[in-house]
C-alpha cells in the first residue's frame, strides 16, 4: 500500500479522534472537527491570556521550558511559519526550523522516515504544513508515544489554528456566535481557511453561516453541513455581522469556464466599503492574509475602522500558544 | 500613487529627521544624515563596551530582553545578517530570520503588509536590506508608534551601521577624524558603502575626504559635498591616512567604457603594498567585504599589519549592539 | 599555490594531529584517525551522560552558555545539521544557521575570508560541511587561537561524528568490540561513514571487520588497513554481529560496469531478513539514514527488533553534545 493510498484511507471520524489521549484531553491538532464548544472555548480563554496591549511587551512565559518544536513545512509560509516560532519562543521553547528545501526529502526518505529521525533527536511538537491531504493525521497515527503534530495547514482541508483565530477575533468583537450572520466569500472550493473557520462557527452554534462563490468555485455541499451556499455577493453579504474575504490564488483567476477575471472578480466578489453598506452597520471584515488589494478586497476597507485584519494576526500568536501550551500539558499529565 | 512613486517622493530631509523620537533620541536608524557628532560619538562609546579581549567570552547582556528583533534581508547576505543576528542574540532579543524567498512576496504580498502582519506579532524591531532606495524610511513612516527600524544595506544610497563600524574602526586606530585624510577608493557611485562612511567622516569633521574612482565610476558630486573626486589612484593615496578599497562588483568590471579589465583594474584602482608607500607611514587599509583579492586589493596587503579589515568585522558586531541598545531604551523612555 | 593544490598538500599524519592542543586535549574533531582508545571511550562515556530514557526531557546543561556555534553546511543536510543544532542549543550555546546558498561565496568570497570575518565576530565553533576533502583540516590550520573546528562530512573521506554515535550504538548492544565481527555493506568506495566506522572500529580493536560492496564500488583497500574487502554478501555476513548497511546514491545504481540496478542491487546487496538469518543469531541492523527502504534495506528489516537505527539517531546528538562540551572544555583550559 502507497504512502498515497494510506492518506486516502484514513477515515474522517478517525482524524477527529486521533487528537485526544485516552482521557480525553487534546494531543494533537489535526482538525477542529471533533473538537467541543467547551474545548474551543477553552482554548480561546486561554489565548486571550496570552494578549498584552499595544505597545506593551509581548507576553511570555516558561511554559515549554525544555520542550523542542520542530517546524517542518512542506509549503512555503511567512506568516503561520513566523506565529507558530515566536508561539513556541515566547513560551521558552527551543525551535528548529527544519529547511525542507535542503533536506533529506531530495535524498528520497520518505516523510515517515524523515518524521521518525526527528522525534528519535526528541523533537516534541511538530507543526507541520503540508500540500497533501491527510498528512498530519498519518503522521499522528504513527508518531511515538511522546510526541505532538499540529496541523499548520493542509492542502485544501484544513488549518485548524486559523480557524481558531477566527473565532478568536470573532468573539472579541461580537461577544457571541449565537445571533450571528457570518458570511465567507471567495474561492471556498480550495478553502482550508473556510473550511476550517465553519467548521469552528458550526461548533459554537453559529446563527448562520453563508458561503459565497463563483458557481466554479463552490464547495460540495456535504463538506459545509447547515451552510448556505450562494453565487450573488449581495444576497450573502445583505445583514451580515461579520465578512471573510477569502485570498483568491492569482492564478485561478480566469482560469476555467465561470472564473472571472480580476476586474470581474472584483465587481462581482470583491469586499467594498460600497458593498459593506449592504451589511449590519457594526459588520466587521476579515481576511486571512495575505491580501491581494483590490481584487478580493477593496484596498481602503482592508485599513478601515471595520476590518479587523491585524487583530487577526494578533490573536494568530496568541492562538499558537495556547495550542501548544494546551497539548503539552496533556502530555505532561500522562 | 504606486509604491515606487511613494519611495521616489520621499523628502531626503524628511529621511533623516524620521528617525528621532518626539524628544530627540535616535529610535530609527535609516541614515547618518542628521546625526551629529554628539550622537554619533555616543554610539560608538556605547559599542566600546561590547568589545572583549582576544579569546575571552563575547560581551553579552540582557538589554533586549522580551525584545523580539525580525531580520528582513530582501538581498543576499552573509556578514551584515550574521552581524545583526548576533547582535540581538547576544543582548537576549529574540531573533526571528525571515526567509524571504519562502515569503508573502511570492503570493504577490506589498511589502508593507508584510510588515503590517510582522508588527501585529509584536516583532519591535525590523533590521531591513533591500535593493530599492526609500524602502527603510518608506517602512519606517507607515509603522506603529511602537516598532524601529534599523537599515542594513538600501541600494546604493545608505548603509549606516557600516558607515559606524568604519568610524569606529578609524577612530580605534587613528584617535580623532579633524588630523586625518581619507581615501575611498573604487565604484564610489554605486556604493552605499563609499556614501555612509563619506556622510559619518563629514560629521565628525574629518580632515580631508578623497573619492578615486574610474571616470565611468564617478558619483554626481553633489551626492558628497565636502569631499574630492579624483581619478588617479596615486594623487589619491598620497599622504592618506586611511585608505578604504570598496568592493568591485565583478560583473561591472569590463561592462562599460571607461571600466577596465581586472587587470587594468588592480593595476590602476588596486591597493597594493607598492602603493600604500605613497600614503602616510602609519596608514590603516580597510575593506567593507567580501574582497576580491587580487582585484580591488593586493592579497597579502589585506592580511598585513596595516590592515585593519577584521577589526571592522568585530566592530560591526558591537555597533549593531550600540545600535539596538540605544533604539530600544528611546522606546522604553516613551 | 590554489586552494586545491593546498588542500591536496595536506598530509595525512598531520590532519590527525592537528587536533588535539598542546597539551593533548581534543580541540577539532577532523578525523577519528589520531585518537586513542582511551579518547575514544571518554568521548562515548560522555555521551552516555546525555541520554534520558523514553519520554523523559532531554537533556540539558549550560556547559556552552557564552559559546557561539556556526552551523556552515556546504552541502545540503537534514539530519547532521539538526543533530548539530539540536546538541549545541541543549548545551545553552547560541546557535547560528549559516545560510550558505546567499553567502558570500557567491559573491567569490573565499572559504577563508568567510571563515575569517566569522570569527572576527566571535563565532568560537564551527561545524562544517564540505564535498571537497581537506576543508575542514585547511580551515582548522588556518583559524585563530580560540576557535574550534568540527567535521560534519567532508567529501568521501571522513564523518567522525558518525563514526563516535556508531561505536556508541554497538557498545551499548555488543558490550565490547574485541569479540565482534562487524560487516559493512554497500558503497564503501565512497562512503565517508564507512571510513569514519572503520577507523573508530580499529581504533577500539574491533575482532573482525568486513567491508561488502559491488567490485565496482570497493575501495582502496590501503584506506581500510585491517579489513577485508569482500563482494559477496552472503560470504561477508556470515556470522556478522554486527551489520550496517550504507545509502547507495540512487544516481550511481546501475551508472557503472559493475553497477547493478535497483533489483538487482537488492537481490545481490540487500538487508533482508533472509540475509540476517546467515548473520549471528543476535545481530544487529544499523544504517546512517536517510535510507533508500527496498535498495540497500528490506523495509521490515529497518523497523524489526534487530535494528538500531533509531538509537543511531538518539545518540548521535548525545555525541554531538559529548564532542562539543569536550572541545570547549578545552578551549577553557587554555
Do not use: W
Amino acid at each position: 500500500m502507497s504512502v498515497t493510498e494510506l492518506f486516502e484511507t484514513s477515515g474522517v471520524a478517525d482524524d477527529a479522534d486521533l487528537q485526544f489521549s485516552a482521557d480525553g484531553h487534546l494531543r494533537h491538532l489535526l482538525t477542529l472537527r471533533g473538537l467541543n464548544r467547551r474545548q474551543i472555548t477553552d482554548l480561546l480563554d486561554r489565548a486571550e491570556t496570552f494578549l498584552s496591549r499595544p505597545g506593551q511587551a509581548a507576553v511570555r512565559s516558561q511554559a515549554l521550558k525544555g520542550v523542542t518544536v520542530g517546524n517542518l513545512f512542506f509549503e512555503p509560509s511567512t506568516r503561520t511559519r513566523a506565529s507558530f516560532e515566536l508561539a513556541a519562543t515566547r513560551l521558552g521553547a527551543d525551535l528548529l526550523n527544519l529547511d525542507v528545501n535542503t533536506s533529506a526529502r531530495k535524498k528520497g526518505e520518505s516523510i515517515l522516515d524523515t518524521i521518525y529521525t526527528l522525534q528519535a533527536m526528541q523533537i516534541d511538537v511538530f507543526v507541520i504544513r503540508d500540500a497533501s491531504a491527510g498528512v498530519p493525521a498519518y503522521i499522528a497515527r504513527n508518531v511515538n508515544d511522546y510526541v505532538m503534530i499540529l496541523n499548520a495547514g493542509e492542502a485544501s482541508v484544513s488549518h485548524p489554528t486559523q480557524g481558531l483565530l477566527d473565532l478568536m477575533t470573532i468573539r472579541q468583537h461580537k461577544g457571541n456566535f449565537e445571533d450571528l450572520t457570518v458570511a465567507i466569500v471567495g474561492d471556498i472550493a480550495h478553502s482550508r481557511v473556510a473550511r476550517s473557520a465553519s467548521e469552528g462557527l458550526m461548533i459554537m452554534g453559529v446563527g448562520e453561516l453563508r458561503l459565497i462563490s463563483p458557481e466554479a468555485l463552490a464547495p460540495d455541499p456535504d463538506d459545509f453541513p447547515g451552510a448556505s451556499i450562494l453565487h450573488r455577493l449581495k444576497e450573502g453579504i445583505r445583514g451580515a455581522d461579520v465578512v471573510m474575504a477569502l485570498r483568491i490564488q492569482r492564478e485561478r483567476i480566469g482560469s476555467l469556464d465561470g472564473i472571472p477575471g480580476i476586474d470581474e472578480y472584483f465587481a462581482n466578489f470583491g469586499i467594498s466599503h460600497e458593498r459593506m453598506k449592504l451589511a449590519a452597520a457594526d459588520a466587521i471584515v476579515m481576511h486571512p492574509g495575505p491580501m491581494n488589494r483590490g481584487i478580493e478586497i477593496e484596498s481602503s476597507l482592508a485599513d478601515s475602522q471595520c476590518s479587523v485584519i491585524t487583530d487577526q494576526v494578533t490573536n494568530g500568536v496568541a492562538i499558537r500558544m495556547a495550542v501548544l501550551s494546551t497539548v503539552v500539558e496533556t502530555m505532561e499529565r500522562q
